[in-house]
Each structure stands twice: as C-alpha cells, then as structure tokens.
C-alpha cells in the first residue's frame, strides 16, 4: 500500500516557530512570554477552577503565553489563514492545567484578536496571578513550512489503513517528513501524543464530555465528527515544552497544548470558540 501520493494532496502550509533568544519588547510586536499589549478596555481573562495546589474553587488569571503580530506573521501565511493585519495573543490558565475533555473547560484558554493595533498598551497583569506564571519575555522567530498529517489524522477517514502504520510511516520516509520533540508552530497539521483531537472537537461542541469512554455518543453524531472533524476544525497554534536558562514550561508529563478552531470561526476571525487541548506522554 502506498500512501504517499494520497499524503501529499493533504500537505497544508504551517508557520514552525524557534522560540529562544532575547527580544526588545516593542508594542504589538511578535513574542513569547512578557507582558502582552492590549487595548484600553481589555479585561484580563480568569478562569474559576481548583488547581493541582489548591482545592477551593475560585477565579484564577490565565497566563499569557504568546502574541502574533499578524502583519510579521502572515508572510509566512501562504494559505491566508490568518488575519493580515492585527494582534493575535493566546492565553491558557496554567496552576489547573485543563485537558479539555469537558464543556466546562471553556474559558480556561482564550484567543483574542485585537484588529486595531494603534490604540495597544501594555496590560496590568493581575496581583493575584502567580509568579510561576508570568513567562519571561522571549523572542519567537517563524518560518514557513510544509506540514502533512499524523497517522492518526490520516487515518481518520479511511478504513483500509487498520494494520498499514507501517506503509503510512514509509511514505512520510519518501515525502522526507522526520520526527521532532520540540515542535511549535501555527497552522498546519497537529503533532498529536495521544490521537487525534479533531473528532474531540466537534464532540465537545456538541456538548459531550470525553473524560471517560463516553457511551452516550449518538451514532449520527460520532458519524458526523469522523465524516466532518478533519477539514471543519484547524490547528490555530501549537506549543511544546519550552526551555531556557530561566524557564521549563511543561504540560503535564512534557506534553504540548493545541488550540483549534472551526474553520467558519477563523474565516469570521471569531476566535473566543477556539479549543483547547492538552496532550501529554
């Protein structure tokens, strides 16, 4: 069985991110950690929940990880995916850690598009926010590159490959495609650790919790998230372990986050329904 012709047709244009080195903080510019800018009405996002520490259920500050000046960033963005013009800035609520398996997980990741950028400050980051969580300011930098889906991903939709993981991984051989640990980037295909997430998207969506094996899924629906999940719903970022000499970021045991969105979200630059996913080894 050869896959890779049929691999190929399915290469989507990512946007592979270095994120090192040391980086001057200058309004809506592109970095990792620091302080994010924001426009004068913007509210800090929270998140009620309990944490690994602390059992009392109360609003938490999410962490801010990221922001994309989509001017710096579109260039790299063949698909035009992305807004070309604005900041894009994602945060997550890290003392918890949430999975996002349950409906309720929402609202402890937020995307936020500012499309305005003349107006951006500085933000006041929360007192209550904990010092664990306020990532040092690091430079990103990005390039553009071809991503193919995992097996996982390919797979999804097509029954013949139970039992051919061994043809999908000669084929990804040919194509040149070669494992990485680290792995960041926006757009693309995602670099899963426990399967494909896709599926769980659009089963969250309809409101279905996937913490245990759910036996409630009904047939039409579970049919419909195999048929649709993998071209409805996008990788909009993804972020592994980071390391440098002042920070070890980890997601659970060494694991990556991935924000997804609905393909009709992004085309409407409605970011508050992305989804985030945790995944670890």
Known sequence: MDCK???LRLKRSSISLSIEGAVSNSTASTHFG???????DFHWPHYSTNTYRDDEVKPRPLAFLAQFSCEEISKYDSEHLLPEKGLLSFFYELDSQKWG??????GCARVYWFKNTEDLHPAIVPKELNEDFRLPLIKITAKSEDSYPSFEDYSLTR???IGHWDEYDMSMKRIGVEDRDEIHKLLGWANPIQGNMTMQCELIKRGYYLG???DNITPHDKQ????RSGKDWLLLFQLSTVYNDELKLSFGDDGRIYFYI????????NFDNAWLILQCF
């Open 159 to 161: 029954d013949n490959m």
């Open 212 to 214: 245990d094996a759910p």
């Open 224 to 227: 419909e998230s195999i048929d």
């Open 34 to 40: 620091g302080i994010p800018d924001v426009p004068k």
């Open 101 to 106: 398996f349950d409906p309720k997980d929402k």
């Open 262 to 269: 609905h393909k009709e979200d992004l085309a409407k630059r």
């Open 5 to 7: 012709n049929d691999i």
